[in-house]
């Protein structure tokens, strides 16, 4: 392509202005011609994930949402509540593309022989700005999809199997041999599910609905705890004595879960322990927090003795300290069980301007169990 | 001494009862004749630290205390709440001698030169037991005091000193450069701010009254916020920015200060990085909670980024972790500088008898700025 026929593409904003507003939008986009040592993706598969949910929507009221604009460039506004608004200074009036990971196909390759090598391929990629129908890559950060795999199936090929693959290998790291996970029932808890059934890593589910419990136990989950049942303590504890997890990973952060699970935590320790110890189990007791399902404050009722840590947990931070070399070997594992361990399942498929529909906002903004929504940016453009 | 005229002495005992009842006493106890390599300490200093608070009275309701017995041996007792007794299982039933630390005179000697070389020395002993007219000790294991010294100078050798110097050796270790701290006039908050002066470290000293801020100000504190003024919030932040200060040693444990601190150091760390961060500063703030002075729940807005922790933070497990060279290179700047940056003050002291007195318990249970109680449990007896 020549300069004076650059390729331009329909990109998804959000823009947070000052006035106390939040604008998404469909802009044009100029698309450079790749680099020497990049490739052009035309992207057809993009997962709208909770991190995702965080930089299109959040602070913003999304009760207040209006539509404007044509079918084709819809325009969503909302107000940010006033006092939110100091939380997210530094983009303010700065209009910010979305979207972490997503697959696609190569159209266009630089002049290198890595990059004209992916022509044609079909390739997953993470980096931000995939709400978008194109988007150049460096070619040695492409994951070429095995043979036979279409955007849809690559498009989660980051976040979620890294995050769950990075919850197994923290637990190992920090000491732990079995784990606790919350909001265990989505597409990276069933994920986790099958990572510890194949690595024989014990693993505690926790839920909140009876569909969520049969959902896992069908898939063969040892441990599912619903904190609906009137017996939740009781069986949480009683998980914790048979795997010996003493560390989890929470997606709600908020409410009195993470200080429940201390407290199981350090009942399931005494139980086996019956020395009397001034401070409690001096075993470590560790909740990583990696979501923020609940957004309302934490509540820690601390009957856990003094050998515990509630902290945050954020994949990208794990990823550079564990270092390159043990990160590709996870990337490696992700592609080679892409179709098993790590299929994804989503519940609609959507364009760019779709996902400005503020019925299809409704939908997925409640990230709820069996809602996952992937966009497709060259839906109905083709 | 031969075996037919064996020493005895008395020691506090607290002992919770299966029946749901504490009960305080004063019991004669043989003192065995040293080991070769022990020495006899005649203990005549002994602080109430609120360690030993836990031991002695937690988690009595001392609303109900009664006091029998006579005025040489008093008997204390009072109610455990129903459900506390939940958490102290491993103790019922077991009379437990209390009194963390020391001080005292070595009377006797087992026959090995080290023990000798002790009789007649003043010492500081740490292990338990110490609320009780004798104890033998390992010879290696006592800390001799400087020329002058009086056991009550070398009273609170251990406890006090070790924890504010083990909060700035983990700073150090974790890569901060500067703390905060909280409950910031007690005899320990006094002691770190020596320490912090001298060592030329950042400290961000928290208190709740303006008698305390008086009192850490004179002391050379350069800052000190009160959660009592209106402008606490803003002076928490404006000394985190000043100090740069991303860890904190919290000695309250519960309410919103954990939190409020984490949100205080995000708001310092943003303010001095423009760029937009979707999950907050990249920097880890930590927060170790190493008391409970603020037995309610601890209530955690989360509106500090991804980047944190909070955790336990307890001495015993921290000076196994550094190791004893460097555990032994803490004790050694305690005793060269006892006077100075690690004297202690009390406000009475106490026979064994006297501190089963109930309008005794009311003042040191407080654990009050300026009430610390020192037990001498040969007050009256030589």
New interface residues.
Partial sequence: MGKDNARTGLQLRSLAKKSGELELSLVSVAIPDPAPDEVLVRIEAAPINP?DL??LLWPADMSTAKVSGTADRPVVTARIPEGAID?????LD?S?PVGTEGAGVVIAAGSSPGAQALVGKTVAVVGGAMYGQYRNMRADQCLVLPAGATPADGASCFVNPLTALGMVETMRREGHTALVHTAAASNLGQMLVRICLHDRVGLVNIVRKQSQVDLLRAMGAAHVCNTSAATFTQDLTSALVETGATIAFDAT??GTLA?QILGCMEAAL?SKD??????GS?THKQVY?YG?LDPS???????F??????????LY?FLQRIGPAAAQTLRQRVAAELKTTFASHYSKEVSLAEALQLDNIVVYSKRATGEKYLINPNKGML
């Fill in positions: 991190t965080r930089l939380g997210i200074t530094s983009r700065v910010m952060g908020g200080g005494v019956k020395e009397f110890r001034h401070y001096p927090i923020g404050p934490m509540q820690v009722t601390r009957n003795g003094s050998a515990w840590g509630i902290g945050g947990w954020l931070p």
